[in-house]
């Protein structure tokens, strides 16, 4: 197994005005390791995705992507954004652009990557989520299950070693959940290192390698899938996992 740390976060804090909604927070996580986050709503586990990747920027503590700490003041936050991939409950497809035009704009445009090559490599991805024969619909023809996993493939296609997963089947029909959740286990198991929000505990229990639950924007319990959800050390875990197993 690997050693190397991905992402440290130690000691962050994030207030939105008054609101103190990140506290405290020490965290890491490893290569290859997928993190499944989770609390009830409102206890800051988007914020604490999008201080992550920089979408939110943190008041005070240090975070550190693969082993850099990043400044917001110094580093080029776009360059960090490319490297850690996020996926939304929304997918936040282009609506008037093709499959492949989505899943090719983030190279051709940002990375540069010729347009040839990023369609040859686009059509890999769109044949790993299952959606090859996609590429050329427009996202309003796809259901709710596809257009995630469109959305998936457009995030690799920047080729990131971090994915982070924003509640990615709450949205879904239940019927589509399934399906999204094996592309993204499929991911897990060729190893990239994944930070994972979600309601599914069949998902954190099978495929997890740490959970962590928050409340009240404390990281209160941190466990092997078994130890946290079968042996909840904190009165607050157990309480929680009652109202949602
Ligand atoms: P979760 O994802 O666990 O439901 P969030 O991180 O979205 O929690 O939100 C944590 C708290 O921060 C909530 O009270 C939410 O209303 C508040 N919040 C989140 N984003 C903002 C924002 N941009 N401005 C003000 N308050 C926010
Ligand atoms: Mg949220």
């Known amino acids: ?101 989505n899943v090719i704009e983030a190279p051709v445009q940002v990375k540069k990557v010729t347009r040839n090559e990023a369609e040859e490599q686009a059509k890999v991805l769109l044949e790993k989520v299952g959606l090859e024969d996609k ?18 493939a457009r995030s690799l296609a920047m080729e990131p070693d971090i994915m982070l997963f924003d509640e990615p089947t709450s949205a879904l029909d239940p019927e589509l959940v399934g399906e999204v959740l094996a592309t993204m286990k499929e991911l897990a198991n060729e190893g990239m290192t994944m930070v994972v929000v979600t309601h599914e505990m069949g998902f954190a229990r099978e495929v997890a390698d740490w959970v962590v639950y928050m409340h009240d924007g404390y990281i209160v319990e941190t466990g092997k899938p078994i130890e946290l959800f079968d042996h909840p050390k904190e009165e607050r875990t157990k309480e929680f996992l009652s109202t949602i197993l």
């Open 1 to 101: 197994m690997s050693t190397r740390e991905m992402i440290r976060i130690e000691k962050l804090n994030k207030s939105f005005g008054d609101l103190h909604v990140l506290k405290d927070i020490d965290m890491t996580v490893k290569e290859s390791d997928v993190v499944v986050l989770i609390g009830a709503s409102g206890s800051g586990k988007s914020t604490l995705l999008r201080c992550i990747n920089f979408l939110e920027i943190k008041d005070n503590g240090k975070i550190m992507i693969q082993g850099e700490e990043i400044d917001p003041a110094t580093h080029n936050l776009n360059d960090v954004r490319q490297n850690v991939g996020m996926v939304f409950q929304h997918f936040n497809l282009f609506p008037h652009k093709t499959v492949l035009e």
């Open 135 to 152: 590429a050329d619909e427009y996202p309003s023809r796809l259901s709710g299950g596809q257009k995630q996993r469109v959305a998936i």
